[in-house]
C-alpha cells in the first residue's frame, strides 16, 4: 500500500511562487472528456503537448490525446491496461511509436507528461520524445520504430481531436488534468513547462501566459479555470467540445495542491473482492463483501478535518488507521488494534472490536454527512453527525480532549496502541449490504453535494461544514505547513 511521501514523489509539490488553480476530473463511467475538429491542418512535423495528470484508477486503458481519422489513420498518447505509457501514430496502415518499459502506478502524485514530435530531426530516435516528470523515457520494451523524416502525422490534422478519449477502442481517461497545453510548430523542451524544487527537488510547474509560446494555428491552452466553460481555450484559436463535463468536474486537486484522495493501491479485502474507486477516487464501493479502504496522505502530527457520506444505508465506518498494520489486513477500521473508526450505531470501535458509545446516544440515517476531525497533536478524534460534534465533544478542547476519543498510547481503556515511528491515514469501511458504496470529500473534489462551500483558515478545501478552528483540509500545501 503506497501513501504520499511529500519528499519522494515528483509532480506533487506546493509551490510559493505559481499556482494551479484548477484542474477537471474525468471519470469512464460517466463518459466524460472533450472533443475538437479541426477545421484546417497545420503543422503536422512540428508540434509539442503537455499536460499534468493525476491517476485514479489502474489497470485499465487511460488516454491523453487522441486524433482520428479512421480505423487506419490515428495518433494515441496515454496509459495503457498494464499502466506503461504508449505512443502510436498510423496512417493507412502504417505505424510508428512506442510502449516504455516503466509503470507509472502512483495515484496518489501529480505526474508531468510531454510529448515532442519533430520529424525534421536529423536523428530518427529523436523524432518522437517522451519525457515524464521533465525525465526523457529512453526505456521502451515495444518499438514500432521511428518516423521517417518529414513524416506528417495525424496530430493537427483537419480531424477529431480528444482529451480523455480514445475513439477507436471506446475508452476514456479516469482521474484529474491539469495545464494541459499543445503547442502548433514547436518542439520544445519539459523545461518550457517545469522545473525542479530548489529545496525538494521535486519537478513543479512554471507560470504559463498566453504569451508563452507561438501557439500556431491549432494550438491550445486548456486551464479548466472556468466553470460554465470547461473546454475553453485560453491561447491560440477556439475551445474544445465538453462531453458529459461540467462545472461539477472542476477541482481544486492540482500539481501545486495535491489533496488527499481515496487509494486504490489498497487492495486487500475480505475475500469477497477488491473496491471499486471512481469519481476522482473520492467514491468506493465493493462487490461481494464489506471491505477496508483508505486514503492515500498520511499524518503525525497536526489537525486534520474530511468529511464523508454512505449513500444509501447506515453503514458506514470511518477514522484512521496504521497503514503499515491495518491497511495490509484484511480487518475494516476498528477491528484490529492498529485502527479506530466511527460506528453508525453511535460508538467508537477501536483496538480489536472494543468499543466505547457516544453519550447522549446518537445514530445514523442513509445521507448523513459524517465530519471527521483529528487532533493529532493532543490525540484526539471528534466527529460530527450533519455538523453537530457527537458525544458533546470540542475538537477545539486541546489537551483536554473534551468528548474526543483518545489513541495515543497504552491498549487499556479508550486508548489504540501506536507503534512508534508509525503515521496514520484516513481508514473507512465500504459496506456491502446494498453495494451504494461511499463518498469522500477531502476538499479538492467530490461528488457529495455541497450548498455551504465551506474552506479551512487557509482557504482549501470545500466542504459543507467548515473545519473547526485549528483544523485543515489533507492536502501538500497544508502538509507543507503543519505536517
Not at 486551464?223 to 485560453?234: C, I, L, P, R
Not at 461539477?248 to 487492495?267: E, G, I, K, R, V
Not at 474507486?277 to 503525525?300: F, H, Q, R, V
Amino acid at each position: 500500500m503506497e501513501t504520499l511521501q511529500r519528499t519522494a514523489n515528483r509532480g506533487s509539490v506546493s509551490t510559493a511562487s505559481y499556482d494551479i488553480d484548477n484542474s477537471v476530473k474525468l471519470e469512464s463511467d460517466n463518459s466524460e472528456f472533450f472533443q475538437k475538429s479541426y477545421s484546417s491542418a497545420s503543422n503536422r512535423e512540428t508540434w509539442t503537448y503537455s499536460t499534468w495528470v493525476k491517476r485514479t484508477e489502474l489497470g485499465s486503458n487511460s488516454f491523453l490525446l487522441d486524433a482520428y481519422k479512421n480505423s487506419n489513420t490515428f495518433f494515441i498518447l496515454g496509459f495503457t491496461d498494464i499502466d506503461d505509457l504508449v505512443f502510436y501514430d498510423i496512417i493507412a496502415g502504417t505505424d510508428y511509436g512506442r510502449r516504455t518499459t516503466a509503470v507509472f502506478r502512483d495515484t496518489s502524485a501529480w505526474y508531468h507528461i510531454v510529448f515532442v514530435s519533430d520529424t525534421t530531426n536529423g536523428t530518427a530516435g529523436d523524432r518522437y520524445r517522451l519525457y515524464v516528470n521533465g525525465v526523457r523515457v529512453t526505456d521502451f520494451d515495444t518499438d514500432y520504430g521511428d518516423p521517417p523524416s518529414g513524416y506528417d502525422g495525424s496530430v493537427n490534422d483537419a480531424i477529431v481531436h480528444s482529451i480523455g478519449y480514445r475513439t477507436d477502442a471506446t475508452t476514456y481517461f479516469n482521474g484529474y488534468l491539469a495545464e494541459t497545453v499543445l503547442v502548433d510548430g514547436q518542439a520544445l523542451n519539459p523545461t518550457d513547462f517545469g522545473e525542479v524544487d530548489s529545496v525538494s527537488g521535486i519537478w513543479k510547474p512554471i507560470e504559463i501566459t498566453d504569451t508563452s509560446y507561438t501557439w500556431g494555428t491549432n494550438g491550445f491552452w486548456l486551464k479548466y479555470d472556468n466553470a460554465s466553460s470547461m473546454g475553453a481555450n485560453s491561447a491560440g484559436t477556439g475551445g474544445f467540445s465538453v462531453q458529459n463535463v461540467n462545472q461539477n468536474d472542476q477541482s481544486t486537486d492540482t500539481p501545486t495542491n495535491n489533496f488527499c484522495t481515496l487509494n486504490p493501491l489498497n487492495t486487500e479485502n475480505n475475500g469477497g473482492g477488491n473496491v471499486e474507486y471512481t469519481e476522482g477516487a473520492t467514491k468506493a464501493k465493493t462487490l461481494a463483501a464489506d471491505e477496508p479502504a483508505s486514503g492515500s496522505m498520511a499524518i503525525t502530527k497536526g489537525k486534520w478535518y474530511f468529511e464523508c457520506k454512505a449513500l444509501s444505508n447506515s453503514e458506514i465506518m470511518a477514522g484512521w488507521g496504521v497503514p503499515n498494520s491495518w491497511g495490509t489486513s484484511t480487518d475494516n477500521p476498528g477491528n484490529d488494534e492498529y485502527s479506530f473508526a466511527v460506528h453508525p450505531v453511535g460508538r467508537v470501535y477501536y483496538y480489536g472490536n472494543s468499543y466505547i458509545d457516544f453519550s447522549p446516544s446518537v445514530s445514523f440515517d442513509t445521507n448523513d454527512i459524517i465530519s471527521v476531525a483529528i487532533d493529532a497533536d493532543n490525540g484526539f478524534c471528534y466527529w460530527a453527525k450533519n455538523g453537530t460534534y457527537m458525544n458533546s465533544a470540542t475538537p477545539t478542547s486541546g489537551a483536554t480532549g473534551t468528548g474526543g476519543f483518545n489513541y495515543i498510547g497504552g491498549t487499556t481503556g479508550a486508548n489504540m496502541k501506536i507503534v512508534d515511528g508509525d503515521f496514520l491515514v484516513p481508514a473507512f469501511r465500504v459496506n456491502y449490504y446494498t453495494n451504494s458504496g461511499i463518498l469522500l470529500n477531502f476538499g479538492g473534489y467530490t461528488t457529495i453535494s455541497i450548498s455551504s462551500a465551506a474552506t479551512d483558515e487557509n482557504g482549501y478545501g470545500t466542504f459543507e461544514y467548515a473545519p473547526p478552528s485549528g483544523y485543515y483540509a489533507l492536502c501538500t500545501k497544508n502538509l507543507a505547513e503543519f505536517g
